[in-house]
């Protein structure tokens, strides 16, 4: 069955550094992988999305990689802030009406 | 973007009892996505839902426990029926807009 992996357990970064979180996946060609927000009590929000023949995409502060043949993404914040701290979710699509697949999350602590 | 209205955003229901869960968007979309999130889980994909047509269900979930309602293209409802404390999560609706998805703020349900 389909498999998303995030890291489970929460990442402590200082501030002012890079944080780098991880999204792996198995029993999955996903056409579209997905990066989301997701503060307590809300919904998930969008950050970026990078398709299957994409290897970089980048917003502002933020960086996504994807590379389906390690079946890997890496989500990147440079200059991470207090305000970055959320728990980031990683979700894959195959494309046109999908709805999506979601790992468990990462919960990314920014320290001052 | 596309902005949804989710009602309500928490109740506590008795046991064997039913609630259903609204969202409205502000403007026409094809689909509406239907998501639970347990506790300390991952966002799962409950059904698709079509105006016009009967939603479609993921594995797991059938349509006498969640029915799914879709008058038109802004609005649709999610009942949780014969509620079981098992079926304490969050849901949430969501709907594809642009390059991402939108997603309402979520339902929390507690059933004692």
């Known amino acids: 069955s389909q498999k998303i992996e995030q890291n489970s357990e929460a990442l402590n970064i200082q501030e002012g550094k890079t944080a780098t979180l991880t999204c792996n996946y198995t029993?999955?060609?996903?056409?579209?992988l997905q990066w989301y927000r997701q503060d307590p009590g809300r919904g998930p929000v969008f950050l970026l999305l990078?398709?299957?023949?994409?290897k970089e995409k980048r917003k502002e502060r933020l960086k996504v990689t994807f590379d389906t043949t390690l079946k890997q993404s890496l989500f990147h914040i440079t200059a991470s802030q207090p305000a970055d701290s959320a728990t980031y979710l990683c979700?894959?699509?195959?494309?046109?009406?999908?709805?999506?697949?979601f790992g468990k999350g990462t919960h990314l602590i920014i320290q001052p | 973007s596309a902005v949804i209205s989710q009602k309500p955003s928490r109740d506590i229901c008795q046991r064997g009892t039913s609630l259903t869960i609204q969202c409205q968007v502000d403007?026409?979309?094809?689909?509406m996505f239907w998501y639970r999130q347990q506790p300390g889980q991952s966002l799962t994909l409950i059904a698709t839902?079509?105006?016009?047509?009967?939603?479609?269900?993921e594995s797991g979930f059938v349509i006498d426990k969640f029915p799914i309602s879709r008058p038109n293209l802004t609005f649709s409802t999610l009942t949780v029926s014969n509620m079981s404390p098992e079926d304490s999560s969050i849901y949430l609706c969501?709907?594809?807009?642009?390059?991402?998805?939108?997603f309402g703020s979520g339902t929390r349900l507690t059933v004692v």
């Open positions: 969501s709907v594809a807009d642009g390059s991402g998805y939108t």
């Open positions: 029993n999955y060609s996903p056409a579209y």
């Open positions: 990078i398709r299957e023949n994409e």
């Open positions: 979700a894959l699509s195959g494309g046109g009406a999908d709805g999506l697949t």
């Open positions: 403007s026409q979309v094809t689909m």
């Open positions: 839902a079509n105006q016009g047509s009967e939603a479609t269900y």
